[in-house]
């Protein structure tokens, strides 16, 4: 039988694909694409934009096709033959996407045309795709000469291999250190389930009693609960001490290294810093707009903070007498203090959340903002009987996308929640192809006696996931590359985290949170304490954002060269963000994985900066009626159907009309009085 990923499909054809389909569709589609790429390259005429950039644009659809519906697969519902293909043609994708950006015939051509791109009568978006690709090459040392580029992989190498160790070392240490308890009355004000999974993880080890280790699920309600004080300090040090012990899993010497071979190779590229590198493919574009951000907030946020910080103190004093209050304190008597101010668990809300409701709810909302219908279809192949296919139409009944909802988790899905997309939107050949958008969340399953309830925080991760949707859903540009959330990294959160807005809201509660038995309307006062509990110590919260934003800046802002102690610079570098006492024995960059072995340095920054947009962009709807639809409109025409084909700064003041304003997200806060 032919195989079903080589011919031309539009939904996914789930039901024909087998898993032996994949590694030999993949290879053939590498080396058309590789082929379409050579008649660029070979092309004798003088490079256009057309015949280079727009062509280099269209090349290689079949394989996003396949290659989308495999890693969709390898995240929502793998098998270890599915693991298998991928770690066989993971390294033929990255070689194949290497090869092009060292393409030096490609490059010359590109540039040719952006040398010239003054003279083409390109629109914004053709200007943004020529950028976008230029930059993908002159960013990778396109431009640089034979030597410099030798020098360039090497840093590369090096980094690669120092990040791999920095996350060794962290977890390395982190399953290095366990805490085993043998006395009953240690565990004092811990939940019976954390008892019994410490007492499952002390036989595992062959040990008698429980054991707490630094892996989050243990560390974490041990923090939140266990009142014996000396040993909730023994944890917290532990933990902060990851990876800063003088043992051969040190990791100082490895930040110092990577952020030192970060900087040369952002001055090899012609710029100023790391920072200055990264952010200039962001909103924010340089690290002094950065810096002033977190630094307004801070001398905003700071009273407040203190505030809090000091009313916590008074209560662990007044609580257990207790006259210095330490980081080990913080979560422990947090959490006793919203018990005593809210009185607000998950049971008493899940019984308004059913699923079923919270799905009507939120196309209810995409109803009332932006006129989307959506009816199930259950022609639509599916990879799993859970999954839910959606036609969403407009209010003309024009298809404008596909939604796929896949809510329940199973073995073979990962854990958390995302938005993905099984077919991006395009115009090409003269029609406006629709995308194929998809929802992945775990939400509890449903039982023969019971429905699926969500916790709070699960309904708004619904919304989230459902707000990048949209995104998806609604974009509407010429390429791609360009196309839905194909956006600079500090502006992708703004459509997920404004829809998380609306749950708040007594307007949209009223629509869909109703009582599963009962079919009682959410009450009144149980809303109010939902909103005054989410902003429940917000203060001390944006402090330690902001500390970890600015120690990121510190580290990649200029020329790392001088530092030799990382715990000093540390310190200096968290300046007037510090709450709490300093502790000599723990560093936190040591163990920083975020920025030294993940994608975030310099982007540390972005979380905070994305509530900013999401509060100050909501508070026009606010200011205007939640459900107003010249407001969401707007919202529609110059944020989501756009996606990257703008300046994003430019495509949120014609949103807004003006600049992002912190004050809306520190009154949201409850921040500014
Ligand atoms: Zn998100």
């Known amino acids: 039988m032919a195989n079903p990923l080589l011919q031309s499909f539009d939904t996914a054809p789930f039901s024909k694909i087998k898993n032996e389909h994949f590694a030999p569709a993949i290879k053939q589609l590498i080396a058309d694409t590789k082929e379409e790429v050579n008649v660029i390259v070979e092309r004798t005429e003088a490079p256009t934009f057309a015949n280079t950039v727009e062509a280099l644009e269209n090349t290689g659809q079949q394989l996003d096709r396949v290659t989308s519906v495999f890693f969709n697969l390898n995240s929502a519902e793998t098998n270890d033959e599915i693991q298998k293909i991928a770690q ?47 930059k993908g090459f002159s960013r990778n040392g396109a431009n640089l000469s034979d030597e410099k580029k030798a020098v360039l992989r090497t840093i590369d190498a090096d980094l690669s291999k120092l990040k791999l160790t920095f996350g060794e070392n962290v977890l390395a240490e982190t399953n290095a250190f366990t805490m085993h308890i043998t006395e009953e009355n240690d565990l004092a004000g811990l939940p019976d389930g954390v008892k019994e999974a410490a007492a499952q993880t002390a036989t595992e080890k062959e040990l008698k009693g429980w054991v707490f280790t630094l892996d989050y699920p243990s560390y974490i309600p041990f923090m939140k609960y266990a009142e014996n004080r000396e040993l909730r300090k023994k944890l917290s040090l532990a933990f902060g001490a990851r990876a800063f012990n003088k043992n051969e899993s040190n990791n100082e010497q490895n930040v110092l290294d990577i952020v030192n071979l970060r900087h040369k190779r952002a001055v090899l590229l012609g710029y100023e810093s790391h920072a200055h590198f990264v952010l200039e493919e962001r909103m924010a574009e340089t690290p002094q707009k950065v810096m002033s951000f977190l630094n307004e907030l801070l001398v905003k946020a700071k009273p407040a903070a203190q505030k809090e910080f000091d009313e916590l103190e008074a209560f662990a004093k007044k609580l257990d007498g207790i006259d210095r209050l330490e980081k080990w304190d913080s979560s422990f008597y947090a959490e006793k203090l919203k018990q005593q101010k809210f009185n607000l668990d998950d049971e008493k809300l899940k019984p308004y959340f059913k699923l079923e409701n919270v799905i009507n709810g939120v196309f209810t909302v995409a109803n009332k903002l932006f006129g989307l219908e959506f009816e199930i279809d259950n022609s639509i192949d599916k990879y799993h009987e859970d ?20 809510f329940h988790p199973r073995a073979g899905k990962r854990g958390g929640a995302w938005m993905t997309s099984f077919k991006p939107q395009q115009k090409i050949n003269g029609i406006n192809d629709r995308p194929h958008i998809s929802n992945v969340c775990n939400f509890t399953k449903p039982t023969a006696s019971k429905p699926s309830l969500l916790t709070f925080n699960e309904v708004t991760t619904l919304f989230h996931e459902f707000g990048h949707g949209l995104h998806g859903m609604l974009a509407n540009t010429t390429y791609k590359g360009l196309s839905g959330t194909n956006v600079s990294w500090d502006f992708v959160e703004l459509p997920s985290q404004i829809l998380e807005n609306w749950c708040y809201e007594k307007e949209t509660l009223e629509l869909f949170a109703t009582h599963y038995e009962t079919g009682e309307v959410i009450p009144m006062e149980l809303v109010t304490k939902i909103k005054e509990s989410a902003t429940f110590h917000e203060g001390m919260q944006t402090m330690r954002q902001l500390s970890f934003g600015m120690l990121d800046m510190s580290w990649h802002g ?52 994305a509530e900013v947009l999401d509060a100050d962009a909501f508070d026009y709807f606010k200011q205007e009626g939640i459900f107003n639809k010249t407001v969401a409109t ?40």
Not at 639 to 661: C, H, I, W
């Open 88 to 134: 066989e043609i993971s390294p033929l994708l990255t070689a194949f996407s290497n090869d092009l950006l060292l393409n030096e015939a490609l490059f010359k051509k590109v540039k040719t045309v952006y040398d010239a791109r003054e003279d083409y009568n390109l629109t914004a978006e053709q200007k943004m795709l020529l950028d976008k690709q230029y």
């Open 558 to 609: 200029s020329d790392p060269s001088h530092i030799s102690d990382v715990k000093q610079f540390e310190t200096e570098a968290f300046g007037d963000t510090a709450l709490y006492p300093e502790t000599p024995e723990t560093c936190m960059s040591t163990a920083f994985s975020h920025i030294f072995q993940g994608g975030y340095s310099s982007g540390y920054y972005s979380y905070k900066w």
């Open 387 to 406: 999954v839910k296919t959606y036609r969403v139409t407009d209010a003309e009944g024009t298809l404008v996308s596909i939604f796929y909802a896949d």
């Open 634 to 673: 707007k919202f529609k025409e110059t944020v989501l159907s756009q996606g990257g084909t703008v300046d994003p700064m430019e495509l949120y003041k014609a949103f807004r009309g003006k600049e992002p304003n912190p004050d809306a997200l520190l009154k949201r806060a409850g921040l500014l009085n």
